[in-house]
């Protein structure tokens, strides 16, 4: 009986291993077609944004889905430990290339692909020296290189001047777990001062903290501006409103924020940053470059987004110059 | 089969957090959530040893005082200040975010440039070539064995038996002249303990302390204990294997069930794929049970 219990045991373990083991062996060595494992951390409209434009980048050098190329995409639901999973599922699949979205499956791949071939190509890292994925001058620590969406703050600090010249506080809510918003904030301390503004801040863990923890910065501040922090730009809406209520202009860092109905934003374009990332790993696969010799890239510039409906609704006078400027101009406010 | 691997490590790891809830879930009935706090605090103390340059084997038992301290804190909590089980997790859970940010410096930390139990200079003299891909795998085992075997023989020692009758019948331990506060914070603290191990483990094994890993700990390790615990019921009978190897085993299924959904779906079902999974298995256990029952009534 007893040795009956263990068969059945090591059955089960056999078997899961082999359901696992199955999927690498059955892959074809085809050359000319390139496999590539897309782990991306969480569902979120910029990390969207940042796949889709990969795939962009790859298909303008050559590289197209359902053509030469295989993608494996796999979403972490914003958990580290199947963040590791997926990776090391790409590794033993042996796929070409790892694109990782988001610091902790960047870290998570780099982990994975420590010991092999297989390069990693990260994007939506804000600070990839911070987590260790760059060393100093940008130069790569492995076979790992991307590109960075360090938000162009000083842009974002002096459009606010130009805009609100009286205003003297800015207010930024952000969520104390959140790599990038943590460095973010670093940043906005750093250059606040420069601009002549006094930063105030708010962290909070989840967003059903976000709505007290707006209503609490409200009170201090002459205006708010958003980072990409995940927690705190799923719940936009609800902040909005407060800060309409009170009369108080909230920027965004990002498209999407704007057209939510944020006054403006000197923000990346994450699909743009998703081709950057797309075309360095084109290089790689091609073998015209080497992940391990690229030092990581940053985009240059930031765009200008302006919504003249909230700019209406808070009876703000919008400079000329900026409205020239400005990459696009929302005239309503969706949702 | 290198990805299965991954899973037995993964499942392996976990398995050890289950072991801590299953101290405090099945044995002292007691819904403990500090373990979302305790398992981040375990990375939270390795990482700021590693980067301190302490040696890393050093961080094993550090990490368990770490979590055994946040046990005794819920202990107490629930003990003396007489607050429920569940709301003293709570409140452990909820003030440990804030520990964790101030021991560990920030919500990430990397480690890859780090020595660490599973990459050092010891152990690459050890392992070459071609078991070099199972050294990962020894290691943890290795861990798991000593906290298992420590914990089963734990279980039968004077104190161990009290905890045991803590569960199962407060007045007994009051009638023995014991105290069941006292039984009850040890029962918490070694099974916070035995999580911020765990904790301490996974972050050395991922390269990276991230304060947000520690997010729904307690749900893989409450699914592990019961998998583990009910393939324990339903194989009581012919096997000779203790339930704390069934723990281990429910993690790794757990995990396998994970893996699977990435294997097979889309990205999108993977927490319905582990909800089905749970269900399939209580469902299963529950026919077996009635099936035996029936059998019973019938000879």
């Known amino acids: 009986m007893k040795k009956k219990v263990f068969v059945m045991i090591l059955g089960a373990i056999l078997t899961t291993g082999l359901f696992t083991g199955c999927k690498g062996e059955n892959k074809e060595s085809k050359e000319s077609v390139y496999h590539i494992g897309i782990s991306q951390f969480a569902e979120h409209g910029s990390l969207d944004n940042c796949r889709e434009g990969f795939l962009e980048g790859l298909k303008e050098e050559g590289i197209e889905e359902g053509k030469n190329l295989e993608i494996d995409l796999d979403n972490a639901n914003s958990d580290t430990a199947t963040a590791a999973q997926i990776s090391d599922k790409f590794v033993s699949d042996k796929v070409d290339l790892i694109c990782a979205i988001a610091t902790p499956s960047a870290q998570a791949a780099y982990n994975s692909a420590a010991n092999t071939e297989i390069p990693v190509v990260y994007t939506a890292v804000t600070n990839p020296e911070e987590a260790e994925l760059a060393g100093e001058d940008k130069t ?85 501006t958003n980072l990409t922090d995940n927690t705190v730009v799923s719940v936009l809406p609800t902040i909005l409103e407060q800060a309409n209520k009170k009369g108080i202009p909230v920027f965004g860092s990002e498209i999407e924020q704007v057209k939510l109905g944020c006054l403006a934003a000197e923000g990346l374009d994450y699909i743009n940053l998703g081709k950057e990332t797309g075309k360095m790993a084109a290089k790689i696969l091609k073998g015209e470059a080497k992940a391990e010799e690229m030092p990581y890239e940053l985009l240059e510039g930031s765009s200008l987004y302006i919504n003249e409906k909230a700019a209406e609704n808070l009876k703000i006078e919008l400079p000329e110059e900026l409205k020239n400027r400005a990459e696009e101009v929302f005239t309503e406010i969706e949702g | ?221 409450l699914a592990s204990v019961i998998v583990g615990t009910s393939l324990y019921k339903m194989l009581k009978k012919i096997s000779f294997i203790k339930v704390t190897t069934f723990v281990f085993l429910g993690a790794i299924l757990y995990k396998a069930c994970t893996g699977i959904a990435i294997l097979y779906f889309p990205p999108q079902a993977m927490k319905m794929i582990s909800a089905l999974f749970l269900l399939g298995v209580l469902i299963l256990i529950l026919v077996v049970d009635k099936k035996e029952k029936r059998g019973k009534s019938h000879a």
Not at chain 1, 151 to 177: C, F, N
Not at chain 2, 209 to 215: A, R
């Open chain 2, 1 to 221: 089969m290198d990805f299965a691997i991954s899973i037995i490590e993964q499942g392996l790891i976990y398995g050890i957090l289950a072991l801590g809830v299953y101290i405090t879930y099945k044995i002292l009935d007691f819904p403990d959530l500090t373990v979302d706090g305790s398992f981040p605090l375990g990375a939270a103390v390795t990482a700021a040893l590693l980067k301190s340059g302490v040696n890393p084997y050093l961080t094993l038992p550090v990490a368990f005082l770490a979590g055994a301290a946040a046990g005794l804190c819920t202990g107490l909590i629930h003990v003396k200040c007489k607050v429920r089980d569940l709301l003293s997790g709570i409140i452990m859970m909820t003030a440990l975010y804030t520990v964790n940010l101030m021991v560990a410096g920030t919500n990430n930390v990397p480690l890859f440039s780090k020595e660490t139990i599973f990459k050092n200079e010891f152990l690459s003299g050890i392992f070459s070539g071609g078991i070099s891909k199972y050294s990962n795998l020894m290691i943890i085992l290795l861990i798991v064995l000593i906290s298992k075997f420590a914990l089963d023989g734990y279980l039968k020692t004077k104190s161990g038996y009290l905890l045991r009758a803590v569960g199962d019948n407060e007045n007994l331990v009051t009638s023995l002249a014991k105290n069941k506060g006292n039984v009850k914070i040890l029962g918490l603290s070694i099974a916070n303990g035995l999580v911020a191990l765990s904790g301490c483990i996974s972050c050395q094994q991922q390269g990276v302390f991230e304060i947000s890993s520690g997010t729904g700990a307690i749900v893989v390790g």
């Open chain 1, 140 to 224: 790569p620590v492995g076979r790992v290189t991307g590109t960075s969406d360090q938000l162009p703050v000083e842009a974002q600090l002096k459009m606010i001047r130009e805009m609100l010249p009286d205003a003297k506080t800015i207010g930024i809510l952000y969520t104390t777990s959140e790599a990038n918003s943590v460095h973010s904030i670093k940043e906005y301390e750093k250059y606040a001062k420069e601009y002549g503004f006094t930063l105030e801040t708010a962290g909070v863990t989840n967003t059903s903290e976000v709505s007290l923890a707006a209503a609490g910065l409200l009170e201090k501040v002459d205006c708010l």
